[in-house]
């Protein structure tokens, strides 16, 4: 592991701010944030333009963009004690795996309601 030079007395880190970038560890869990994080506001943006395009009720499109961040707001607390239970890295893959399981269920329903663009 390399060593830093630290300042006298302060024990701050002396470089750059892409310091980090130099372990690859942090590079990768970076990069794989910002990836996510894409896909997260692209899915955000879709489901506020599908809602737009089903049915343009103001109420409506702002109800879904709140909703988004509903499960979020519902399960952070949960999902933290469960986390310091449970076998961490397991957890994150069958959470992963359902999530990727309703993002594929809610594709299918959109798909297949493709003729019908009022929802009927």
């Known amino acids: ?3 830093e030079e630290r300042s006298p007395g302060t024990g701050d880190i ?3 701010a892409w310091s980090p970038f130099r ?3 942090f590079t990768v869990l970076w990069v794989a944030t910002v990836v996510s994080n894409i ?3 692209m899915q955000n ?3 506020g333009w ?3 395009s089903l049915r343009p009720q103001p109420f409506e499109v702002a109800l879904v963009q709140a909703v988004t961040t509903l ?3 519902l399960f952070s607390l949960p999902a933290g004690a469960l986390a310091d239970i449970v076998d961490r890295r397991r957890l994150l893959i069958v959470v992963q795996i359902a999530g990727v399981a309703v993002a594929a269920l809610f594709a299918i329903f959109v798909w297949s309601s493709g003729s019908h663009p009022t929802g009927c």
């Open 1 to 3: 592991m390399k060593t």
């Open 14 to 16: 002396q470089g750059s």
């Open 23 to 25: 372990y690859t560890v």
């Open 39 to 41: 896909g997260s506001w």
């Open 45 to 47: 943006a879709a489901a």
């Open 50 to 52: 599908l809602m737009t």
């Open 71 to 73: 499960p979020m707001f």
